[in-house]
C-alpha cells in the first residue's frame, strides 16, 4: 500500500498511523521531497477528476488568478502541496482524502 502525502499534513499522519495500526505495510511517499512524476498525476487525474486540486489550501489562496486558471496537472506539478491529501493506492486501487468512505474501504 502506498500513501502519497506530505510529512507535515496531519490528516496524512492519521491515515498512516490507522493504516498500520489495522496491520497494513504502508510505503509513504512524501510529496515534497519526492514530486510525482506526469504519468503519476495524470493518473491521479484520471481517478478523481479536479478533486485532485485542493482549492482550500493556503497554497491556493496565495495564486494569481491567472495561476488558477492553469490546468490541474500544471499545477499539482509545480505546487505539490495543492494536491488533496493523502492519496492511497491499494490493491491497484486509489482512494483520495481520509474520510468515512475510505476508511471503510481500507480499515
Known sequence: MKLYGIKACDTCRAARAALEGAGHAVQ???IRAEPLAPEKI???LAAFGDACVNRRSTTWRG???AERAEAPATLLARHPTL???PVIE???ALHLGWGA???AALL
Open 28 to 30: 509513504f511517499i512524501d
Open 42 to 44: 495524470e493518473r491521479f
Open 63 to 65: 495564486l494569481s488568478e
Open 83 to 85: 494536491m488533496k491529501r
Open 90 to 92: 491499494a490493491g491497484g
Open 101 to 103: 468512505d475510505v476508511k
